[in-house]
């Protein structure tokens, strides 16, 4: 569990983690209102707090125009065909509606691939933490806890990262925000 008074100074910092950020939101529910408004808190973030985060927390993102359902709603499990045929025809519309609105604010698919490649082929980078990180490990772990590992203690190796096809899509959106040339051209090589 995070400590309290690293909690305390790690939402405070602009130049937080996320990761540590996403841990402290959830063993410390309390702090969700402080996380939500970290410039490093990324949108998956956001949107978790806006569905989970206690009520200071919800307000406080709303006041920002985050809420579940700016989002498409809670996460539900999806309907089988028979049983959407048979929503009320109201409802249907406001569903349409959410959905749309949802899509909307997704980064679209060639989002990346606009951006120059300056590397036609991948350089390995060396690895420096003091974790004992590999490249290796960062282009196939499955582990997700790991791969979070990985971008946290290790940013020489995000471009890996990027490259994995088991990296997680929060984490995903969150490198292509970096703006960082080789991450990006690692990203634009998983279209």
């Known amino acids: 569990m995070v400590d309290y008074d690293a909690a305390v100074a790690a939402v405070q910092d602009p130049n937080a983690d996320p990761i540590l950020l996403a841990k402290i939101a959830y063993e410390n529910p309390e702090f969700g209102a402080n996380v ?4 490093r808190c990324y949108p998956g973030l956001k949107r978790w707090i806006a569905e989970f985060g206690d009520d200071r927390a919800r307000e406080t993102l709303a006041q920002y125009g985050f809420t579940a359902e700016a989002f498409g709603g809670p996460v539900q499990d999806q309907e089988a065909p028979a049983q959407a045929a048979q929503q009320p025809a109201e409802q249907q519309p406001a569903d349409a509606y ?4 949802y899509a909307a604010a997704q980064p679209a698919a060639n989002q990346y691939a606009a951006q120059p490649a300056t590397q036609a082929a991948f350089e390995e980078p060396v690895a420096t933490n003091p974790y004992g990180f ?18 946290q203690y290790a940013p020489e190796l995000r471009a890996c990262i990027a490259r994995n096809p088991n990296t997680y899509p929060a984490l995903i ?14 990203l634009a090589s998983r279209q």
């Open 36 to 39: 939500a408004v970290n410039p």
């Open 134 to 151: 590999t490249a290796e490990q960062a282009l196939t772990t499955t582990d997700q806890m790991q791969i979070a590992q990985i971008a």
């Open 98 to 101: 959410a959905a749309d609105q």
């Open 173 to 186: 959106e969150w490198l292509g925000q970096l703006g960082d040339p080789a991450i990006n051209a690692a």
